[in-house]
């Protein structure tokens, strides 16, 4: 399981006082309300930073990092990776996963036949769809919905799921 996880991209600069547009990738924008620090993915290493002021601005959050001043010091980072660590992540609730943990997953269904491998996750507005590439190298959409995905076993790297009628064709 991955112990950094990603929560938002830099877009782009905000000002020219040193604050940031990022694009959210948690599906909680307001939890960079209740984050003190990020690590920053340069790509070439991974540096603390420690958040000094939140705004919104449409889908954006608008990060201010302590000591970081001026546009000049934050511009070079513009699409670059926010995560955090495990323990700085929202708490989980019951059948909810993180996306890092559950792509890769070996997908079986509920008569025990292998299916395939969860590729993706598509966030939709009423349930995420989970995207299984098949065995033979095809694609199938799953809604995430407790009638289709009957048992997720993070550790065990398995899921079992529940082909519903027309969702092969």
Request: aromatic share 8%; proline share 1%.
């Amino acid at each position: 399981m991955e112990d950094l996880l990603q929560v938002g991209i830099i877009s782009s600069t905000h000002g020219i006082r040193g604050e940031v547009k990022v694009y959210p990738t948690t599906d909680d924008v307001n939890r960079f309300k209740k984050l003190k620090k990020v690590i920053l993915d340069t790509g070439k290493e991974k540096m603390e930073l420690e958040i000094e002021g939140v705004k919104f601005f449409k889908q954006f959050a608008i990060l201010k990092f302590k000591g970081i001043d001026n546009i000049n010091d934050i511009e070079k980072y513009k699409g670059k990776s926010l995560l955090v660590t495990r323990t700085d992540a929202v708490k989980l609730e019951k059948d909810e996963y993180f996306v890092a943990d559950i792509i890769g997953i070996a997908v079986f269904t509920d008569d025990g036949q292998e299916f395939g491998v969860l590729a993706d996750v598509l966030e939709t507005g009423a349930n995420d769809v989970y995207v299984i590439e098949t065995k033979d190298k095809k694609e199938v959409l799953v809604p995430a919905i407790k009638e289709c995905v009957l048992e997720v076993d993070v550790a065990g790297r398995r899921m079992k799921i529940h082909l519903m009628e027309g969702l092969l064709d």
